[in-house]
């Protein structure tokens, strides 16, 4: 049994290294594509005026200028994303976007390195198996925001177990580079009793409000108004509940109410454990919004790491990990790969894990006492 145990630990980071190597390799999606279109609102920004970065005519003419094999796609993202890009645009386009590349996914590393409970080797296993799903290298490959709104999520954890609510309240301010895919967690972390988090999460929102306002004029802010206001574009409902489970209208409606009221009671109950209310709204954000594409899937992985982190018993860990084997490659490179519309059941199913803690009879007491500092098993910074 001691050379079993011994050898686990190893063997697992073989796998999901080997994993993650897969999917480097197998990867045939237009690269840059995302990024390519921050970069080109960004340039129309730099040169004609911040108020002109969502007059689609021009991002797509300097999107054509930038690669003229890709296709033009409209930036209906928020102006944070093309002002993080601005400085990039002082290099040669592809030295651009692998930099962009590469930093968004170090960050993502780095913060799941230095927010983890565990130590050793155990640390770098969970933190290559937050990376081996195939939609974490997916995003990064298509230049998009999501892996640092994920790191977001993963460094307000840390910081929120600390105490720190302020500087939390900073980190979860990366959700403003893509709103949707997380906006319910800083309302996770509200009703679990982090006001000040809370609190400079919104006063930064209120001091981006205000540049926007400085820098794009009345002109620039009621076109992205009327950006957001327009029909979505197609082929992003797969992984909404539409997708998954055909339900429209008041019907849709009915049950994203549900589903959010129900995250942010969960993230009640689970209050004394930041990471597992932080995972709930996480989680809920993903099932609710009405427009989804699969880079933005890794919130799911921070939010699936941060249960494994927080619950370290086996009851968690086991279906956590084959969670993990459908969205590797072993599984996502053969004929039993998940669809895009089977992922909202997986997320359910993780939430409706997390209700069953939230509710379970003592809970409480055991989250209060994974949290006291001398029981704490994280990593050092």
């Not at 920004?45 to 054509?64: H, M, T």
């Not at 800083?186 to 540049?211: D, E, H, Q």
């Amino acid at each position: 049994m001691t050379a079993v145990k011994r050898l686990w630990a190893p063997l697992a980071l073989a796998i999901v290294l080997i994993a993650l190597a897969r999917d480097a390799w197998n990867r045939y999606e237009p690269i840059g594509i995302d990024f390519h279109t921050y970069e080109a609102a960004a340039r129309v920004g730099l040169q004609r005026g911040w108020s002109f970065i969502y007059d689609q005519n021009l991002v797509a003419i300097e999107q054509k200028r930038l690669v003229p094999s890709q296709i033009a796609q409209p930036f209906l993202s928020p102006p944070t994303d093309a002002w993080l890009v601005a400085p990039l645009t002082l290099l040669p386009y592809w030295a651009a976007y692998y930099t962009w590349a590469a930093v968004t996914l170090l960050v993502f590393a780095a913060a799941l390195a230095w927010a983890a409970r565990s130590q050793g080797l155990a640390r770098w296993i969970a933190v290559a198996a937050a990376l081996g799903p195939w939609w974490v290298l997916h995003a990064v490959n298509l230049g998009q925001v999501a892996p640092l709104v994920a790191a977001g999520v993963v460094l307000t954890l840390r910081l929120a177990r600390e105490r720190r609510d302020l500087v939390a309240g900073l980190a979860l301010s990366l959700l403003f580079l893509k709103p949707n895919t997380a906006f319910l967690v800083p309302f996770a972390l509200l009703v679990a009793g982090r006001y000040r988090t809370f609190a400079a999460w919104a006063a930064v929102g209120a001091a981006i409000t205000v540049v926007a306002f400085v820098t794009m004029g009345a002109h620039g802010i009621s076109a992205y108004i009327g950006q957001l206001t327009q029909p979505l574009p197609g082929g992003a409902s797969s992984l909404t509940l539409e997708g998954a489970f055909g339900v429209a209208g008041i019907w849709a409606i009915g049950l994203r109410v549900v589903i959010a009221a129900g995250s942010l009671a969960i993230a009640f109950r689970l209050r004394s454990s930041p990471g597992l209310a932080i995972a709930a709204g996480a989680i809920g954000s993903l099932l609710v919004v009405p427009y989804l594409h699969g880079s933005d899937l890794c919130v799911l992985s921070a939010a699936a790491w941060a249960v494994w982190e927080e619950r370290p018993a086996w009851l968690w860990r086991v279906p956590l990990a084959a969670g993990w084997l459908l969205a590797s490659p072993y599984v996502n490179l053969t004929s039993f790969a998940l669809g895009l519309n089977r992922w909202p059941i997986v997320e359910g199913a993780l939430l409706a894990g997390l209700a069953v803690a939230a509710w379970r009879p003592g809970h409480e007491g055991a989250a209060n006492l994974m949290d006291k500092p001398e029981l704490r098993t994280r990593a050092p910074a």
